[in-house]
């Protein structure tokens, strides 16, 4: 460009513009693996619509310690979900079963679901839990 325009301040000005240009570049993709990496990702909306496909499933109730992570290009979720303490595991098992498909209709692209179930209104919330998210944590 200096010599073409005949202006030698060209270079330089040039080479800084592509070095923060390449800067900016290595700063997106570090932020993008190390956020993937580090099991983040998604966003609200896509926490916003596992809570309420769960919400949807008559007996499913109180999801809590929810993870969503990327693998490729697909989703793998993981959360606990809360029923009656009375149910038999067959039934307990097949909310958790209802959980899963209303997760699959509600967020496309899921790769693998894990839906862990506890008994409700028991106490037994463990205060050192503090892993995942519940509807609290996006609304």
């Known amino acids: 460009l ?3 325009f005949r202006l030698p301040v060209l270079d330089p000005v040039t080479a800084f513009l592509v070095s923060l240009w390449i800067m900016k ?9 190390s956020t993937e990496l580090m099991d983040g990702g998604g966003g609200r909306e896509l926490y916003k619509a596992l809570f309420d496909a769960v919400r949807s499933v008559p007996g499913a109730a109180s999801p809590h310690r929810a993870r969503i992570r990327k693998i490729a290009s697909r989703w793998d979720i993981d959360l606990d979900i809360e029923v009656d303490g009375a149910l038999t595991v067959r039934d307990a098992h097949r909310i958790a079963m209802g959980v899963e498909q209303a997760i699959h209709a509600a967020i496309p692209d899921v790769y693998d679901i894990v839906v862990h179930v506890e008994p409700a209104n028991e106490g037994e919330r463990f205060p ?9 944590d996006v609304r």
């Open 128 to 136: 050192g839990e503090q892993y995942g998210l519940s509807e609290a």
């Open 2 to 4: 200096s010599r073409v």
């Open 25 to 33: 570049s290595g700063v997106a993709v570090f932020l993008e693996g």
